[in-house]
């Protein structure tokens, strides 16, 4: 089963500043099937990136994924209001299909 | 638009049951793989159960296994999970989401509900 940890576990940043949140799987995922999520309180999770790198329809490109193997990066280049959120990444090789513990991005 | 909307959430004692639904609209349902993905009080996602657009295959965490039933009517675009022996832990809001592309065994989930709470205690 793989597990996947996420680091920092809180980043704090400025309006305007550059984010950078880890992934870490504990084994090779296959075919980079790893995605990343935005989720805000009282909404649903956003899907913003899949297959690693992959931006979903209507994400900014501001959004970026990288990686492979076991480690995995979300950059959000210049962070704008709306983004102050916790995000998760995903694995979903094969069952089961967990999430990382989260990153929460609040404003310093 | 494709959308998906869960209902059935409540409050329960250890022990019992419940029963949620997520119906499914603007998409061709049967086509596409659906989850289950919870958020306990306080904590992250956690993914709970799989099936795929026919029904055939399912697939569970295994803090829920031989406890949830995942289940669906394409006839209903409807998605089902029926939870008994509910524990505490359980308490969580309950998110349906699909997959992204058709008849794919594994992928992201491009489309979540928002979410229905089910809350176990005495």
């Known amino acids: 089963e793989i597990v996947l940890t996420q680091s920092p576990g809180t980043l704090s940043l400025s309006p305007g500043e550059r984010a950078t949140l880890s992934c870490r799987a504990s084994?090779?995922?296959?075919?980079?099937?790893l995605a990343w999520y935005q989720h805000k309180p009282g909404q649903a999770p956003r899907l913003l990136i899949y297959g690693a790198s992959s931006r979903a329809t209507g994400i900014p490109d501001r959004f970026s994924g990288s990686g492979s193997g076991t480690d995995f990066t979300l950059t959000i280049s210049r962070l704008e209001p709306e983004d102050f959120a916790v995000y998760y990444c995903?694995?979903?090789?094969?069952?089961?299909?967990?999430f990382g513990q989260g990153t929460k991005v609040e404003v310093k | 638009e494709a959308q998906l909307l869960e209902s059935g959430g409540g409050l329960v004692r250890p022990g019992g049951s419940l029963r949620l639904s997520c119906v499914a609209s603007?998409?061709?349902?049967?086509?596409?793989?659906m989850n289950w993905v919870r958020q306990s009080p306080g904590k992250g996602l956690e993914w709970v159960s799989a099936?795929?657009?026919?029904?055939?295959?399912?697939y569970y965490s295994d803090s829920v296994k031989g406890r949830f039933t995942i289940s669906r009517d394409n006839s209903k675009n409807t998605l089902y999970l029926q939870m008994n022996s509910l524990r505490a832990e359980d308490t969580a809001i309950y998110y349906c989401?699909?997959?992204?592309?058709?008849?794919?065994?594994?992928?992201?989930?491009?489309?979540w509900g928002q979410g229905t709470s089910v809350t176990v205690s005495s």
């Open positions: 084994q090779s995922i296959s075919s980079n099937f």
């Open positions: 603007g998409f061709a349902f049967d086509k596409y793989g």
């Open positions: 989401a699909k997959r992204k592309r058709q008849y794919l065994s594994y992928d992201a989930f491009d489309i």
């Open positions: 099936l795929s657009g026919s029904g055939g295959t399912t």
């Open positions: 995903h694995q979903y090789s094969g069952s089961p299909l967990p």
